[in-house]
């Protein structure tokens, strides 16, 4: 296993640096930081008291990684997590990783020194090598809205591929062809999958792709509106906007409302999620239902049962969509 030493060596920098940013100290220069970072990957390195945390775990305790609990989508399976350690009598720890993949490394390893039972994680930023170093190191580790190739029986998910597919095809049905996707930016498998159902929906539908009408940015309220004022560029040669989840779609029809577009008159929009604010949108919002709550509980109760060595198989997730009142039927 590698030392803090071997890190320091690997990054050409003190012990005492390497240190300092593990422990989040802001007293380091930006380039000694990547360095060790990269070093710390590369080794797959872990803080002691963590790895000792891993041997006396405490029963009582559960971990939970979200993006932002600010967000509607995180607080919901925040609130779902909470509600089942609840009913199991255990303390929920909560930490956010902002869609950073520093802050996602952090909240983890905060989290490993607090010797939960069980970890739900929710990661969209660190890369797939580096979340499966975390798998490896906690066997009862349990991703949420993500799937990692090798660990799907780890990973509680969705078919995000066939949820665009609906959401597109919905659009088609109407007389759509001119539609935009705003995606993630986040280089993650379920990223892709989304994009390709939106992808597949076009061409089983004859449907040519415009790789102008294409957009990735984070899915976040402040990702969606960036590409709403870049959609303001092509929002006359479009009818129709796919978005990759529901709080993009929320910051995009209020983008273009401010700027004189009326939706769905002049623009249809679909979201992913059916966050319960997507009902009280003006107009209510047609979107995807991606079942967060059940799947939360899901994930906590495999982590518990990996913990314990029970077998324990979790349900299935389908998709499905509804239908709401911002798609325009087109003549």
């Known amino acids: 296993m590698a030392t803090i030493k071997d890190v320091a060596k690997l990054a050409n920098v003190s012990v005492a640096t390497v240190s300092r940013v593990l422990n989040g100290s802001a007293k380091v220069s930006k380039t000694a930081k990547d360095a060790v970072l990269q070093a710390r990957e590369e080794l797959g390195f872990v803080l002691n008291a963590n790895a000792r945390a891993l041997a006396h775990q405490n029963s009582e305790i559960i971990g939970a990684v979200v993006s932002d609990v600010s ?7 925040a609130k779902a997590i909470e509600k089942t350690a609840h009913n199991l009598n255990a303390k929920l720890l909560i930490a956010q990783g902002f869609h950073d993949k520093q802050r996602e490394r952090q909240a983890i390893e905060n989290l490993l020194s ?3 039972r069980a970890y739900i994680v929710h990661a969209l930023a660190m890369s797939d090598h580096e979340i499966t170093h975390y798998l490896n190191l ?16 780890r990973c509680i998910n969705i078919d995000n591929k066939y949820g665009t597919y609906l959401a597109t095809l919905e659009l088609i049905k109407h007389g759509h062809h001119n539609i935009a996707y705003v995606g993630s930016s986040h280089n ?29 940015d984070e899915p976040s309220l402040e990702g969606g509106e960036r590409v709403a004022l870049k959609l303001l560029d092509i929002v006359n040669k479009i009818t129709a906007i796919v978005t990759y989840n529901d709080t993009q779609a929320v910051s995009i029809i209020s983008v273009l409302t401010q700027h004189g577009i009326n939706i769905p008159n002049d623009i249809s929009i679909v979201g992913f999620d059916n966050l319960y604010m997507s009902r009280f949108l003006n107009p209510p919002l047609s979107t995807v239902i991606n079942p967060v709550e059940s799947m939360a509980h899901e994930a906590l109760m495999l982590s518990l049962s990996i913990s314990k060595n029970e077998h324990y198989l979790p349900s299935n997730f389908e998709v499905s969509f509804v239908a709401r009142n911002s798609i325009k039927t087109l003549n």
């Open 114 to 116: 607090y010797k939960c």
């Open 188 to 216: 993650i498998l379920d990223a892709k999958e989304r994009l390709a159902g939106f992808n597949q929906a076009l061409k089983d539908n004859n449907i040519k792709l415009n790789k102008e009408f294409v957009f990735k």
């Open 71 to 77: 967000d509607p989508y995180f607080g919901t399976m």
């Open 138 to 153: 906690v066997p009862a580790m349990v991703l949420i809205n993500r799937k990692v190739t090798g660990y799907e029986h």
